[in-house]
């Protein structure tokens, strides 16, 4: 019995199927499988014969040809007949037939319209790692045909143009990827920056590429890729012992913490500890210090706020190492006696400025660790730039926010620990940040996932500190006064008059939509922060007043954050006419009299601890309170997160409750209704959730029209 035959002819943009039975081999009429006689006669080359047809088999074998075709189950047929109207699944039918090799005949009886040269996969693939300056070269090929060889680049190349399973060769003419090989060649052009001939991948990128290696069949690479894999797997199976005179108990996940740390400063590549606020991740960094201390001096730059609490950790914790504070007396001096076991503390503001910058920069340090690292975020800001200049052995960054509003920000950081991984800011852009914010292209997420994988370590409190108290949040709607109301009404139609008439450049037009947005915020907290003299009262301080004195008559604490410390001010008039005992901290507060006040809060000190949200949302231990006000929503969560972990971190034994004060109907519920999306910014590469990017003129603008 002979296989049965499906015929193929042009139909428009696609193809017309059907699947018949022939039963003499070499001519002779078609038939529809199982149906007609089941004798046939036939006159061939002259010769009249005579053959029985097996009905019933014919109905199986088509029946098994259908089901090996999924394109035939999506089409719906129609006496007999398929019209296979999309392109894409023609070609996916064709290799789908061919996959059935001799169980069935494929004929164009009207000549080819889509030809499918062969389906290839992981195992065709040709693959070759070297060498070559500080870099490794990778270059590739397939066999097409016994004539045709296509480099890996080319084949790159034809991706690009052809989206899909298929890439077209020539006209009509296609060639057929399996998914796991279009993926893996797809990640392997982002890991990789084109150079001359080959791809050039970095190092620092072996372990994202490790398992696409571990896959291929024809792998062929040299002595030094083979020495730098055996190099970072024993750096992987390092197993390092606290030291001795560490006086502190660590737990589990920040053993964890210290011995990846350990590993990566074995390996000679920088790590980001990106743990959630109040986790330890300072113990943690000093913790591997006093590890590398005997081989030179350690440098630690964090806020002005967080010096000081580094001072006293290691003073608590690590004795052996020297603490010098950066910034009074003779600094040269100070950098000129430097020894083994000293840890120099200085703060951003210091090492912004240009002398401070190259002087710090002439040093070779044993360990830098930058705390509160989103600090240099920015690639263009001064202290970024110096940040930048720093030699050291070991590079750290510890910050519960490794991207607060975009993926560029993520680019900076890893620039300082492990320049050349994520390729120029361009490239990036090109490679990953584009395609992610842009086009939420997951196979772009998943590379940079596995690209940054081994260098950045995040553990949320919920999921490494079940014995931390509850912490909920709550939002409290605020319904401004009529007049209140009005006063609003008319700034934001003002702001519309003003940016509609406006002929500004794109990027003044951005800042100029900021700076009325900034307004209208402003407005929410209290009309006197725009226009005091106009006596308007504030409802969101009426609110903040009746909250507040419920908290304190049921024997709360309370942490009050605001953004604006003029805000500020309107509250310390209100607790001063209430008779409140509060402390007070913003930008303009020393960093010893903030020491202080923290110190005196926790000790007892008043009831109410007023914050400006950029001065104190981090670096500040506030266990002592156990209930937290926003007084003003800012636009990305995470920063909030860290500044209510002041209250929810080691040590907090009460639940926390977290208050968002939003003014009803107006910009802030919109920036409200922002966080969700800008709160899985991060951990979208960390966790797999999606993400959105930076945020537009347009939809800033939509912030502000109904």
């Known amino acids: 019995m002979h296989p049965p035959h499906v015929h193929l002819l042009p139909a428009g943009e696609g193809l017309k199927v059907s699947l018949l039975v022939r039963p003499f081999a070499d001519g002779g009429s078609y038939y529809k499988p199982g149906q007609g006689g089941t004798t046939v006669i036939a006159e061939i080359e002259g010769k009249r014969l005579q053959t029985r047809r097996d009905l019933s088999a014919e109905k199986k074998q088509a ?8 394109i035939l189950q999506q089409y719906k047929a129609k006496k007999g007949e398929w019209i296979i109207e999309e392109p894409i699944d023609c070609l996916a039918l064709l290799v789908q037939l061919q ?53 890996m680049q080319q084949l790159m190349a034809l991706l690009d143009e052809s989206p899909g399973e298929f890439v077209q060769l020539s006209d009509g003419q296609f060639l057929a990827l399996t998914e796991e090989f279009r993926k893996r060649l797809e990640m392997l052009k982002r890991l990789a920056e084109p150079k001359g001939k080959d791809l050039r991948i970095n190092g620092l990128a072996a372990l994202a590429l490790d398992g696409m290696v571990d896959d291929v069949e024809q792998l062929k690479v040299d002595q030094a890729w083979k020495q730098h894999i055996q190099h970072i797997k024993a750096a992987q199976r390092l197993e390092p012992q606290v030291p001795e005179d560490l006086n502190a108990t ?102 912004q400025q240009d002398e401070v910058a190259k002087m710090l920069a002439q040093i070779q340090w044993e360990t830098i660790v930058l705390d509160e690292a989103q600090a240099i975020k920015n690639q263009d800001t001064k202290r970024s730039q110096a940040a930048m200049a720093l030699q050291g052995n070991f590079k750290i960054i510890t910050t519960g926010t ?28 090109q490679r990953f940040a584009y395609p992610i914010e842009r086009d939420q292209n997951e196979d772009a997420r998943n590379t940079l996932r596995r690209l940054i994988q081994p260098f950045i370590l995040r553990r949320t409190k919920d999921t490494v500190l079940k014995e931390l108290p509850s912490r909920t949040e709550v939002t409290l709607q605020v319904e401004l006064s009529t007049e209140e109301m009005a006063f609003y009404e008319a700034l934001r139609r003002d702001a519309i008059d003003k940016l509609t008439d406006s002929d500004a450049p794109a990027g003044q037009k951005h800042l100029q939509v900021l700076a009325e947005i900034m307004r209208l915020r402003r407005a929410c907290c209290h009309p006197k922060l725009v226009r005091p003299e106009l006596g308007i009262p504030s409802a969101k301080l009426k609110q903040f007043g009746e909250t507040l004195a419920e908290l304190l008559d049921n024997d709360h604490k309370v942490l009050v ?22 402390q007070y901290l913003d930008g303009s507060t020393p960093a010893k009299q903030r020491k202080q006040r923290v110190d005196a809060f926790q000790d007892g000190e008043g009831d109410v601890f007023l914050i400006s949200l950029k001065a104190g949302g981090t670096g500040l231990n506030l266990t002592a309170a156990d209930f937290v006000i926003h007084m003003d929503p800012w636009w990305n969560p995470a920063v909030e997160d860290q500044a209510s972990d002041r209250a929810h971190r080691i040590g907090q034994q009460r639940p926390v409750t977290i208050y968002r004060l939003v003014a009803q109907g107006t910009i802030e519920d919109k920036i409200v209704a922002l966080h969700q999306t800008k709160r899985d910014l991060a951990d979208s590469l960390l966790a797999g959730a999606d993400f959105s990017g930076k945020i537009s003129t347009d939809e800033l603008l939509s912030l502000i029209q109904q």
């Open 63 to 70: 029946t098994a040809v259908k089901k090996a075709c999924p």
């Open 99 to 151: 996959a059935l090799g001799d169980r069935v005949s494929i004929e164009w009886p009207e000549g080819e319209k889509f030809r499918v040269s062969r389906q290839l996969g992981l195992g065709d693939f040709k693959f070759n790692i070297r060498q070559k300056n500080d870099w490794f070269a990778t270059s590739g090929e397939v066999q097409i045909s016994d004539s045709q060889v296509l480099t």
């Open 561 to 582: 954050f605001s953004q604006f410390v003029d805000h500020l001010t309107i509250l310390r008039d209100y607790l001063d006419r209430q008779n409140i005992a509060y």
């Open 250 to 351: 660590l737990r589990d996940y920040q053993l964890d913490g210290f011995t990846w740390l350990a590993r990566l400063a074995a390996w000679g590549v920088g790590a980001c500890l990106a743990d959630d606020m109040g986790l330890g991740k300072t113990l943690q960094a000093i913790a591997v210090i006093l590890t590398r201390c005997e081989a030179g001096p350690t440098l630690a730059i964090a806020p002005t706020s967080v010096c000081m609490n580094w001072i006293s950790e290691v003073e608590k914790f690590a004795p052996r190492l020297q603490v010098k504070v950066f910034g009074s007396g003779d600094r040269q001096q100070m950098l000129d006696s430097l020894e083994p076991c000293d840890l120099l503390v200085c703060s951003y503001g210091l090492l």
């Open 402 to 429: 490794p991207i607060e509003n975009h993926l560029g920000e993520l680019w900076n950081l890893f620039r300082f620990i492990n320049p050349g991984l994520l390729g120029s800011l361009e490239s990036f852009n």
